[in-house]
DNA sequence: CATCCGGCCGTAAACGTTTACGGATTGTCG
DNA sequence: CGACAATCCGTAAACGTTTACGGCCGGATG
């Protein structure tokens, strides 16, 4: 592996010093004949700039990471789709630490920026931000956007953007759509408590039938894990349990799917004998038959606010801290009106 | 922003050279003392090796670039899934580039990688590898993995591994199925013929069919694009054009998700009147009513393989280029049988 | 003609590492 | 006690850029 021309190797051949040819390629005034020479012998030895030593003395690496739970997460598929286009535009690399959801990965990322191989990070933190998150980012001095919730206390030292969803109201308008028409047994299909969204979701379920004034009925309520066949299982189990109940909230479109799997074994009808609600609205709700009632949490739309903001401070400095929340909406399907003539659309 | 302390830093702070602290950090042999005065002076100051300066000296970066036509393509994801963890296993971080289809834009990542941010590429070319492509890869003196097929006669200088599938005995295994269980009027629901996989799959359609001793109609073939909608497109044209179809083989899942769309807007029972396949075997085959009977390409297995030759090259040095073949299987399901009692499964 | 000013350009330092080389120290052995 | 080997460490160069600084040369001006 022969190693290509250098600055160095420019300058010889063009008789000229390297700082000359280094004016040249980044465009600062020179004398219309060097520039020629230079010119000339760059494009002769097919001169590329060497990005790692350009980085070592700009101080910046022109990368920035996004760093997710599980790159197979529809969610997290609709975010990097909106991320990498505006980082592209930007003169930005990308660079995806898919954690697995195992949280020493997801510190490591974080202790990793002190390494400097990239200008800034979007992280969406599975857990939550915890003190240890928090001494890596301020450790960092590099800027941070967090999509998820942060802790109240931010110390000054952090550059910490956040974008966040309400999926409080998000369940509140799942459940008032429910009750409009006509549902009054609603269970709840949720993730693990001790994720964020988990435990957000549950309070938000609470709050939502007191809202209506339904009562909190524990057999409709089952816990589990956000994935297809975890699903699955909570969904046989709600309905051993409770066979009366008409509707079911389900915490993402995995579970949802999940419990369609499992209405569907039963013979039960969907949206007739049980009405189902997805949350996340990934390209999958279009895909069921029937197609899935989801609740939006604008995944799409916090890609790109937590790029914006990550480009805004690393073009323009320090400024204070800021906060995106993007409001949920609900996209009604078939799974909760009666079967549609058309169903589908684009993905 | 102030600066971390650097490999000076603690050079000054234990009282030896910056050699010194080199070796102890990189664990060559050194006295026991000056071992003990480094690693501590490194912990008070929480020093973190700046990476970029070791990438300029080692003139290697511990990055791996994956280019792929669209990141929200669920075949791209299922590599991704597997490329990841198989890189950070081995040190590497990965960089994700998701061209749009744009050629430019493609080659423009071949050609970036003379500027030496990454160590290696992993690239699956839409359009197949051009001239230019080839051109690009001599060039950057990088070892490519390109997935896809590869042209004739690839240069000495080409540090080029393969990894192919065939998607001609794909095709074949989908229409011997759907020959076996009976379909004698099998249509073709093409992408556009100017791509590798639509050229190959159009032309192992005709194969097929003629090993089966059944007739090629015109009338029974339709190309559009990859995409749900054009699939939808397309379903609609044939079954107008040749109502007396039987089944449909559709060149990837999104096309077979269009075409399930049309077939139940038109009250054809899926697989009673018209079976359906896809291809790619992507997680949206499990999630459809009925569940989609699909060619599995071995997507994981291909991002496994491309990985694995890249780190091979990268690790071992030198050597002839490989192809790997991963073998087609026919996963199926509910689209070509009768119901099943219990669909689904984890994603 | 002497002076000054401005435009170009070359020298050298800096970014933060790794490592070849040789000098110093210590210990061993004759 | 002297010579030599073995260890350990420090100096300095190198990786490929960008850029501060000062020198040189030309022309304009008094």
Not at 26 to 38: A, I, K, M, S, Y
Not at 82 to 102: F, M, N, W
Not at 160 to 178: F, M, P
Not at 280 to 298: E, F, I, K, Q, R
Request: a negative charge; aromatic letters at 4%.
């Amino acid at each position: 592996m022969t190693e290509g021309p250098t600055i160095t190797t420019i300058a010889q051949r063009a008789g000229v010093s390297i700082a000359s040819v280094s004016r040249v390629l980044n465009g600062l005034p020179t004398r219309e004949d060097t520039v020629r020479r230079v010119m000339r012998a760059a494009d002769e030895l097919g001169y590329v700039p060497n990005s790692v030593a350009r980085s070592l003395r700009n101080r910046r690496t022109d990368q920035i990471a996004f760093a997710m739970a599980d790159i197979g997460n529809p969610v997290y598929v609709a975010m990097v789709r909106e991320v990498q286009p505006l980082l592209k535009e930007a003169g930005y690399r990308l660079l995806i630490h898919s954690t697995d959801g195992d949280a020493e990965d997801e510190l490591g990322v974080l202790r990793g920026l002190r390494e400097r191989y990239v200008d800034g990070l979007i992280i969406s933190p599975l857990r939550g931000v915890t003190e240890e998150h928090v001494e890596a980012i301020v450790a960092a001095r590099a800027p941070v956007v967090v999509i998820g919730s942060l802790p109240e206390d931010m110390p000054d030292g952090a550059l910490v953007d956040n974008v966040r969803t309400d999926s409080r109201t998000g369940v509140r308008l799942a459940l008032d759509h429910l009750h409009a028409i006509g549902r009054r047994r609603i269970g709840f299909l949720n993730g693990p408590l001790g994720t964020v969204p988990g435990a957000a979701r549950a309070a938000a379920y609470r709050e939502a039938l007191e809202a209506l004034d339904l009562p909190y009925d524990e057999d409709l309520v089952e816990v589990g894990d956000f994935y297809r066949d975890s699903g699955a299982r909570a969904a046989r189990a709600l309905l051993a349990r409770a066979p009366g109940v008409d509707a079911l909230m389900c915490a993402n479109d995995l579970i949802a799917l999940g419990a369609l799997d499992v209405l569907r074994e039963q013979g039960r009808d969907v949206p007739g004998d049980v009405a189902v609600v997805g949350m996340d609205d990934t390209d999958l709700a279009s895909v069921t038959w029937p197609t899935l009632t989801s609740v939006s949490l604008g995944s799409a739309e916090r890609g790109r606010a937590a790029a914006g903001l990550l480009l805004d401070r690393l073009q323009n400095g320090p400024r204070e801290p800021r906060v995106v929340v993007v409001r949920p909406s609900l996209t009604i399907r078939g799974s909760t009106t009666l079967p549609e003539a058309s169903p589908g659309g684009a993905r």
